[in-house]
């Protein structure tokens, strides 16, 4: 698979989740970002969530904005490659990255994704979510005690789950990395890409 022209992250395997209605912008940017600076991107659609209109049978894991998974202007296999959930292993990624929108509000009732998450988090690898993403980190158990962001709508729920809100672009506390909205994008995954090029 080709990868950026970066060298920052090469070797370096990051995993993308999304269900539908998934903030377009944060999957593109934090897909391209990453694999400009070398790693290989895995984008996981998982099958659930608000169906984008209209419902048909069998259409793609789809964005707010209609950005389809596999991603129409990008070839697979060139930047990125798409895996179901059931295809993939904790142990295969150095990062997880959760887009915001509507998806996170499926996923975090999604025990696989719940569990995926977990292993990742308890193994040391860089977990990351922006905006509405958090929601997923709150109900996989993972920030009673530390210092988040998120957009403005999930902050009272990270708070009554323990967590220090901070209203800044981009937190990092440990290997929780998370992210304010998608006008912090640049900051959110230059803290990725910090944390993977130091390990």
Do not use: W
């Not at 915001?100 to 292993?119: A, H």
């Amino acid at each position: 698979m080709r990868t950026g022209p970066g060298s920052k992250l090469r070797g370096k395997r990051i995993a993308i989740i999304v269900a539908n209605e998934f903030e377009d912008v944060e999957l593109l940017y934090p897909f391209l970002r990453l694999s400009e600076e070398g790693a290989e991107v895995v984008i996981i659609p998982v099958e659930g969530g608000l169906h984008p209109r209209p419902a048909i049978p069998g259409k793609p894991v789809t964005g707010r904005y209609g950005t389809p998974v596999p991603l129409e202007v990008f070839r697979e296999g060139e930047r990125y490659v798409v895996k179901r959930l059931e295809e993939v292993k904790p142990e295969d990624f150095d990062a997880v990255v959760i887009p915001g929108g509507y998806s996170p509000d499926y996923l975090r009732i999604d025990e696989r994704v719940l569990d995926f998450v977990r292993k990742m988090y308890e193994m040391g690898r860089i977990i990351a979510a922006i905006c509405h993403g958090p929601q997923v980190l709150i109900s996989a158990g993972l920030v009673k005690g530390k210092r988040v962001t998120a957009y403005k709508a999930v902050r009272d729920d990270l708070i009554n789950a323990g967590a220090v809100f901070e209203d800044a672009p981009a937190v990092r506390d440990g290997n929780l990395i998370t992210g304010r909205v998608p006008d912090d994008l640049p900051e959110f995954c230059q803290l990725i890409i910090d944390a993977l090029s130091r390990e």
